[in-house]
């Protein structure tokens, strides 16, 4: 099977809800990926790639792929016949990848299973430059010296392990954001002020290099307000999957009481066919979400989000280059540490996780030993 076509989303889009428990949340996770058809969209002659979530170091409900969610997915391709498995993680400016696969339970779930993981920012993993057949929205800009991607991900699989949750730039993040980490290198914060436009031009590049894409996204734990960090916990006991990095999405955006298409970034993904953003033509499959409306807080800032916002849209917009690209940089990343892990996780943070630990997937995170 060639790469990724655009020709797939003329179909209807499938994505499954499935609503769990943490009794039963393994089968659960095969059940939704069954119900998606993933068999059909991941080809088992190639490699596998499990894009796992680290959005913070530190373990917070909602905000990193849960050690269920991986040894779930593990599991399910293990039963059919999916053998070259690889956990890829990624680091950021401002987050440890290897600290976080292990504080996250991640590490322990890839040793039980015996699936090799790779940090793909960190060498010796190397990156190839990449020239898309797909015109880009905006990459070819913020990056004139070209792109490169990862050396092992073309002719791959790839399966996104998103959460569903909140963030400060995207509104929502989920399996479109999540090959931000991926196919982005260190630099890629200088795509922030355009991220919405970025992440479109990603799917692209995706449906290029990979040979099957398929997502699925934990909401046992869902985040809300200024995510993807310093969010509020909710126990929302939900799965979902799906082929459709768009559908997915806006199934997510839903459930949050959002409509899909007032999201930019997967209105333009709908607009430009890569994808389905509009719920009345997705085929929802296993539980019925039409009554779902959490109500989620999607316009809260945090003190960090707030100075960069006002370099991505606000009046230090044209000197946004500067302070991206030069000797300043550092700074705002020592500030964005200092506020999240010095002043959030020890003043507010901490007391939420106590509060999580009492829950079922609480106690089910605290089984999963280092």
Known sequence: MSPQSNNKVNQKSKVAVVYTKPETVMYDIEKAMDLAGYTNELQKTTSTLLKVNVSWQHYYPACSTSPWQLEGVIKALNNNGYKDLIAAHNGTVVVDSFEG??????????????????????????????KPKSKMMVLDE????????????PGTNIVHLPTVKTHVFTTMTGAMKNAFGGLLNRKRHWTHSVIHETLVDLLKIQKEIHQGIFAVMDGTFAGDGPGPRAMRWHEKNVLLASAD????????????????????????ADEAGLGVGRIKDIDIVGNNITEENWQFSVHENTFASKG?????????????????????????????NIYHNEYWLRFVGRKRIRAAMNTGWGKLFKQYQP
């Open 101 to 130: 696969e292990i504080n996250n339970k991640q590490k322990p779930v890839q040793d039980k299973y015996g699936i090799p993981s790779v940090h793909l920012d960190i060498d010796p993993n190397n990156w190839m430059p990449f």
């Open 142 to 153: 913020i990056f004139p010296e070209g792109l490169a991607i990862p050396k092992m991900f």
């Open 245 to 268: 990095q768009v559908a997915i999405d806006a199934v997510a955006a839903k459930l949050m009481g959002l409509d899909p298409m007032n999201l930019k970034f997967i209105r333009l």
């Open 308 to 336: 960069q916002k006002l370099i991505y849209w606000g009046p230090l917009k044209p000197i946004e280059r500067f302070l991206l690209r030069s000797f300043l940089a550092p700074l705002a990343f020592i500030a964005s």
